[in-house]
């Protein structure tokens, strides 16, 4: 089929959304590139479906692991123990930002490890609400559709879901814009180390603040790194950058490198003997924590933390910040801020009407962006392939350098 005929297709009788957004199909994939179906167009990928791609399209190890596991393993028997699974919760408690984080949970995604980390602080506290932030992003089913509280990516209004289980907080940085909500009933304050919506890291002193007062009031606290574990922050956990201690963290998205899906759940002795050893059900999942997702999962989390890999993310890191910053002073008029961690990049526009069309603008240029943010301050964000050459940031700025030029013709009488 031809790209034409599978956007009609995709027009008449699936999901139009995807027709709307991007008239795109792809066709071949390899490391940060992928092609259109028709093979005369090339992509730099700075999306990587929020993460899912982080150490490359068909990274060619992680296929390797798969084929060798599919060659004398299935997904066995979610009733029996496996070698393959223990071995990969001993990797991932290794691999913990604190002591503390001694158990784990094997899930198909990182919505079904949210749902799995909210259940558990309703069991653990007895109490029955969670709080978020407004403009975070946990999911699209389940409990963690109810914490995703933003009008563009959330679902509750859309489907009529409840709207007595979450509640909102909305200013992210802020311990005072949380503490009004922690009450008696509140089980869990759910977020990521990073503003989602404009991906700017917490302040330094902000989830150190924010664990104290979650501890003081019987509360725990659940950190997101769907999109910023893994590497993405130039630390295997964007956790590591700041001196506290969470009681939950997720994992997933590159999890299983673009491959196969697995996520994890990563907890403490106690809440998961609560949990997981006080019922004979616990938690099931007929192909969760899979001998095959483990062996995925185990090559993807080697690969992580070698020191090559994170090497070339602080390379990654200062070839963006260098560019940004050379953005910044050409087209003052077009860009203000910038924020780089790691593989984590965000720049914030001078003029915001810039942000209306940047994302497909880029896309002409054959570099897609992971998104632009859609609160102040509006900015374009980046999520590289952590294996990408620095070379590839050069790509990156002359898309925003001829963009730049272009809106600032455009806005010139007779421009």
């Known amino acids: ?51 899912v791609h982080s150490l490359g399209h ?22 029996m123990a496996t070698p393959e699974h223990l071995s990969l919760h001993d990797m991932l408690v290794a691999s913990a930002p604190t002591p503390r984080l001694t158990r784990t949970v094997a899930t198909l995604g990182s919505t079904e490890s949210i749902d799995l980390a909210l259940m558990f602080a309703s069991r653990v506290t007895g109490r ?17 559709a109810l914490v995703t509280g933003s009008d563009p990516e959330g679902m509750m209004k859309h489907y009529s879901l409840p709207t007595n289980y979450g509640e909102f907080f909305g200013e992210y940085g802020s311990v005072e814009s949380v503490d009004g909500f922690i009450n008696d009933d509140c089980a869990a304050v759910i977020l990521e180390p990073m503003n989602y919506e404009t991906f ?18 019987g509360t725990l606290l659940i950190v997101d790194e769907t999109r910023t574990g893994l590497g993405r922050s130039g630390l295997l956990y964007m956790s590591s950058h700041y001196r506290f201690e969470p009681d939950m963290i997720v994992l997933g998205k590159g999890f299983g490198g673009g491959i196969y899906p697995v996520s994890a759940l ?34 993807v989390l080697e690969i992580v933390q070698r020191r090559a890999v994170s090497e070339n993310v602080v390379q990654l890191e200062r070839a963006l910040t260098a560019g940004f910053h050379d953005l910044r002073e050409r087209y003052p008029d077009v860009f203000a801020g910038a924020w780089v961690l790691g593989g984590i990049a965000g720049l914030a526009f001078s003029d915001e009407t810039a942000a209306l069309t940047v ?31 620095a070379a590839v940031v050069g790509e990156i700025t002359q898309a925003l350098a001829d963009f730049a030029a272009e809106h600032r013709r455009g806005r010139r009488p007779g421009g």
Not at 128 to 143: E, I, N, P, T
Not at 200 to 217: G, I, K, M, W
């Open 266 to 299: 990563l907890t403490t002795q106690g809440i998961y003997d609560s949990c997981m050893n006080q019922s004979a059900w616990g938690y099931q999942s007929s192909l969760a924590g899979s001998p095959i997702a483990a062996v995925v999962a185990a090559k």
């Open 58 to 79: 068909r990274n060619p190890e992680i296929i390797e692991a798969l084929i060798e596991a599919l060659g004398h393993l299935d997904a066995g028997n979610w009733t």
């Open 359 to 389: 994302k497909s603008e880029l896309f002409k240029r054959n570099v897609m962006c992971h998104s632009v943010s859609v609160i102040k301050p509006r900015c374009v964000k980046f999520f590289p392939c952590l294996t990408s050459d």
């Open 1 to 51: 089929m031809t790209t034409k005929e599978i956007l009609a297709g995709y027009s008449a009788r699936s999901w139009r959304f995807l027709v709307d957004r991007q008239q795109f199909v792809m066709g071949k994939r390899e490391g940060s590139y992928f092609w259109n179906l028709e093979g005369d167009r090339r992509i730099l990928d700075c999306g990587n479906g929020g993460g």
């Open 128 to 144: 029955r609400k969670a709080l978020a932030y407004r403009h975070g992003f946990h999911g699209h089913s389940g409990l963690a």
């Open 200 to 217: 700017e890291p917490a302040r330094t002193d902000f989830l150190p603040r924010l664990a104290e007062v979650c501890r003081s009031r």
